[in-house]
T-cell receptor
Framework: GAVVSQHPSWVICKSGTSVKIECRSLDFQATTMFWYRQFPKQSLMLMATSNEGSKATYEQGVEKDKFLINHASLTLSTLTVTSAHPEDSSFYIC???????????FGDGTRLSIL | TQLLEQSPQFLSIQEGENLTVYCNSSSVFSSLQWYRQEPGEGPVLLVTVVTGGEVKKLKRLTFQFGDARKDSSLHITAAQPGDTGLYLCAGEGQGGKLIFGQGTELSVKP
C-alpha cells in the first residue's frame, strides 16, 4: 500500500486563490520531504526540499514567497501556492525518503488547475 | 551541476518489439533509479542500481548501470501494450535530492 499520502489529488480554483497541498508519510518519520512540479509529458522538476524543524531549501528560480513550505511534523509537509494564477497550473508531487536515504517514496500527486 | 540526459524522449513501437532507453551523465552517481509513471499518478520505483556494472532483471525489463556509474540503460524485451507509460531515470544527488532525466514517453501499440 501507499507509504506517502498526498491530498488533495485534484484542485480547481479561481485565480488569486491560495491552495494548500499536504504530503504525509504514513508508516515512517520523514525529516526531509521533497516537492516536485511536473508539466504534461515532461519530467519532474525539483522545487524545494522541506526540512522538519527548519526552513525549506528552494531550488534556483523557485519563488519562496509564492510556494510556501511548512514541515509541521515528522510525518507532514505542506506546500501552499499563494495567490495562484493560471501559469501555476501543474501536477505537484511530493516524496519522502525513509531514514538512511533512498529509495524515495512518492505521493500520487496533486493536479492543480487555476481558472 | 549534475545533469541526466535521457533518450529517446518519445518512443512508439509495435507489440513484440524490443527497445532500449538510455540515461547518461558526465557526473558519477552513488545510485541510480528507474521509475515508471502513469498519467495522474506519482512515479513508481522499478529498480535501484548501486554498483558499477550491475545488471538487474525484472521480468522482461533489464537494467544496467555503467562501470563508471555515470550512465544506465533500460531494455524491454517483447514490449506489450501494458508497458506504455512514462519512464524516468533519476540519480541521487547532494543532500539526497533526486536528479531526474527528461523522461521517455513509451507507447506500445497492439
Amino acid at each position: 500500500g501507499a507509504v506517502v499520502s498526498q491530498h488533495p489529488s485534484w484542485v480547481i480554483c479561481k485565480s488569486g486563490t491560495s491552495v494548500k497541498i499536504e504530503c504525509r508519510s504514513l508508516d515512517f518519520q520523514a525529516t526531509t520531504m521533497f516537492w516536485y512540479r511536473q508539466f504534461p509529458k515532461q519530467s519532474l522538476m525539483l522545487m524545494a526540499t522541506s526540512n522538519e524543524g527548519s526552513k525549506a531549501t528552494y531550488e534556483q528560480g523557485v519563488e519562496k514567497d509564492k510556494f510556501l513550505i511548512n514541515h509541521a511534523s515528522l510525518t507532514l509537509s505542506t506546500l501552499t501556492v499563494t495567490s495562484a494564477h493560471p501559469e501555476d497550473s501543474s501536477f505537484y508531487i511530493c516524496s519522502a525518503p525513509r531514514t538512511g536515504g533512498q529509495p524515495q517514496h512518492f505521493g500520487d500527486g496533486t493536479r492543480l488547475s487555476i481558472l | 551541476t549534475q545533469l541526466l540526459e535521457q533518450s529517446p524522449q518519445f518512443l512508439s513501437i509495435q507489440e513484440g518489439e524490443n527497445l532500449t532507453v538510455y540515461c547518461n551523465s558526465s557526473s558519477v552517481f552513488s545510485s541510480l533509479q528507474w521509475y515508471r509513471q502513469e498519467p495522474g499518478e506519482g512515479p513508481v520505483l522499478l529498480v535501484t542500481v548501486v554498483t558499477g556494472g550491475e545488471v538487474k532483471k525484472l521480468k522482461r525489463l533489464t537494467f544496467q548501470f555503467g562501470d563508471a556509474r555515470k550512465d544506465s540503460s533500460l531494455h524491454i524485451t517483447a514490449a506489450q501494450p501494458g508497458d506504455t507509460g512514462l519512464y524516468l531515470c533519476a540519480g541521487e544527488g547532494q543532500g539526497g535530492k533526486l536528479i531526474f532525466g527528461q523522461g521517455t514517453e513509451l507507447s506500445v501499440k497492439p
